[in-house]
Each structure stands twice: as structure tokens, then as C-alpha cells.
């Protein structure tokens, strides 16, 4: 199985930061990575496929980059609504693997 | 509008069998592969399998398979997963999520609101 590792665990910052957030994949996985946003009793919320792709209706201040086996997410400009757990997600490779989560918490 | 509404909180003991589901609205329910993912308390999300609605065929993650069994009732538009031989460490919140586009690819673009299993003798 492929394994799929987060970066930090968990980052504290303030509104109107710039949060970066890794993922590495054990092998190549091409561009085949999706990011979620999770906030607390709630589902996931698709954010980023493929890597790079906006998921409709998704603010433009998150991006996502990289192939192969090193992506990052970016929130440009952290807003309030932004605190939540954010994981990565290997995707069309069974069996599907989520990273372990990296918390962005009120600094 | 795509709605997935999933039935509600479960406790069973260690041992029994418990059936989530996962009534689909607002869209072509054979339309979409409809996945489970499940989060263990404080934990994060584990993927579990997928049924395609239109041909009832279903793939799982090996952990799961033997204890896992996906079905559907395409006349109601609603997925059932399954666990049975329940043992503490399945204690979790079980989601149902809907393939983004039309092919299986594992992105979710919609998901249940969840269902908390608890399983404690």
C-alpha cells in the first residue's frame, strides 16, 4: 500500500497568514492527490484534486501543488473559517490512503 | 441539491453485527460509486471500499475483507455497509462519500453527515 505522510502535525498561526502544509507519498502516485478540509463533528470537504484543482466553490486563497511524491497545500490568508484538520488523500490507487492530518489551530 | 443522509448512532456489543445506511437524493443514484471511510475517535480517515450502485460490484481494503459487505436497494436509492464479528477497536464514526465524477477515481465530492458506531460490552 502506498503511504501517504503530513507535515506538521499541527501549526499554529493567525488570521492573515500565509500555512503551507506537505504530503509525500511513499512511491509516485503522478498527480493523483486530493486534499480535505475537516472541522469538528462535521465530513471532509473536498478542497483540491488532482493536485492542483480548485474543487468548485472552494475559496481561491487555497492552492495546491506538486506530483510525484511531494504536494503542498497553501491557505494564502488564513481566515477564521479556515481552522480546521486538513488531510491528504492518495486517490485512483486501491487502496485509497488518507495522510495522518495536520491540525491549523488559533495562534 | 446532492444530499447522502446517513441512518443514525448505533452501540452493540463485541461480536454482533451493525448495517449503516446511506439514503441518496438530488442526483442519479446508479449514476456514482458510493465509497465508506470511517474515523476513530481523535483518529483520522480510513478508506473501507466502494459499491458501484449500478452493478452492485464492490471492491474493499483487505482489513476489511471477510467483515465487510457492501449492498444497495436501487428502488430506494440507498447503500448499506456492514460490519459484522464487531470488536472494540471499530468503534468510529462510519461516512458514506460519493464519487466526484462518473468513474471510479476516489475523490468525494459529497458525504454523509456520518454514524457514530460505538461497540462496548
Known amino acids: 500500500d502506498i503511504q501517504m505522510t503530513q507535515s506538521p502535525s499541527s501549526v499554529s498561526a493567525s488570521v492573515g497568514d500565509r500555512v503551507t502544509i506537505t504530503c509525500r507519498a511513499s512511491?509516485?502516485?503522478?498527480?493523483?492527490l486530493a486534499w480535505y478540509q475537516q472541522k469538528p463533528g462535521k465530513a471532509p470537504k473536498l478542497l483540491i484534486y488532482?493536485?492542483?484543482s480548485l474543487q468548485s466553490g472552494v475559496p481561491s486563497r487555497f492552492s495546491g501543488s506538486g506530483s510525484g511524491t511531494d504536494f503542498t497545500l497553501t491557505i494564502s490568508s488564513l481566515q477564521p473559517e479556515d481552522f480546521a484538520t486538513y488531510y491528504c488523500?492518495?486517490?485512483?490507487?486501491?487502496?485509497?490512503?488518507f495522510g495522518g492530518g495536520t491540525k491549523v489551530e488559533i495562534k | 441539491q446532492v444530499q447522502l443522509v446517513q441512518s443514525g448512532a448505533e452501540v452493540k456489543k463485541p461480536g454482533a453485527s451493525v448495517k449503516v445506511s446511506c439514503k441518496a437524493s438530488?442526483?442519479?443514484?446508479?449514476?456514482?460509486?458510493i465509497h465508506w471511510v470511517r474515523q476513530a475517535p481523535g483518529q483520522g480517515l480510513e478508506w473501507m471500499g466502494w459499491?458501484?450502485?449500478?452493478?452492485?460490484?464492490?471492491n474493499y481494503a483487505q482489513k476489511f475483507q471477510g467483515r465487510v459487505t457492501m449492498t444497495r436497494d436501487t428502488s430506494i436509492s440507498t447503500a448499506y455497509m456492514e460490519v459484522s464479528r464487531l470488536r472494540s477497536d471499530d468503534t468510529a464514526v462510519y461516512f458514506c462519500?460519493?464519487?466526484?465524477?462518473?468513474?471510479?477515481?476516489?475523490?468525494?465530492?459529497?458525504w454523509g453527515q456520518g454514524t457514530l458506531v460505538t461497540v462496548s460490552s
Open positions: 512511491q509516485g502516485i503522478s498527480s493523483w
Open positions: 462519500a460519493r464519487e466526484r465524477v462518473a468513474t471510479i477515481t476516489g475523490l468525494f465530492d459529497y
Open positions: 459499491i458501484n450502485p449500478n452493478s452492485g460490484d464492490t
Open positions: 488532482a493536485a492542483s
Open positions: 438530488g442526483y442519479t443514484f446508479t449514476g456514482y460509486y
Open positions: 488523500q492518495l486517490a485512483n490507487s486501491f487502496p485509497l490512503t
